[in-house]
């Protein structure tokens, strides 16, 4: 059975930082990419950041310099360093496996930023 387990989120002031875990099992991690995406209320699911399976990592725009995905697969974790953390950033942070013929959504964790 395949599972992708988010932690990390919750409520964070803006100028802070939160660790996204992505924790999964039931599949091939290490020949999968890995990405997190999110969703804020009322807007459309965005990719926030990318890492394919031999390391090459992509950014969303808004997020390039401020966040950091990384990935162990001695661990089939897959991780979100999220810095200088802005009320934009709210959303619901979705962990997202995918290879050429699957591909797999966790259940989401919250992220608030605010005062």
């Known amino acids: 059975q395949v599972q992708l387990g988010e932690s990390g989120g919750g409520l964070v002031q803006p100028g802070g930082s939160l660790k996204l875990s992505c924790a999964t099992s039931?599949?091939?991690?290490?020949?999968?990419?890995m990405a997190w995406h999110r969703q804020a209320p009322e807007k459309q699911r965005e990719l926030v950041a990318i890492i394919t399976s031999g390391g090459r990592t992509v950014y969303a725009d808004s997020v390039k310099g401020r966040f950091v995905i990384s990935r162990d697969n001695d661990k089939n974790t897959v991780y979100l360093q999220m810095n200088s953390l802005k009320p934009d950033d709210t959303a619901v942070y979705y962990c997202y496996a995918a290879s050429s013929s699957r591909d797999y959504w966790g259940q989401g964790t919250q992220v608030t930023v605010s005062s």
């Open positions: 039931g599949f091939s991690f290490s020949n999968f990419a």
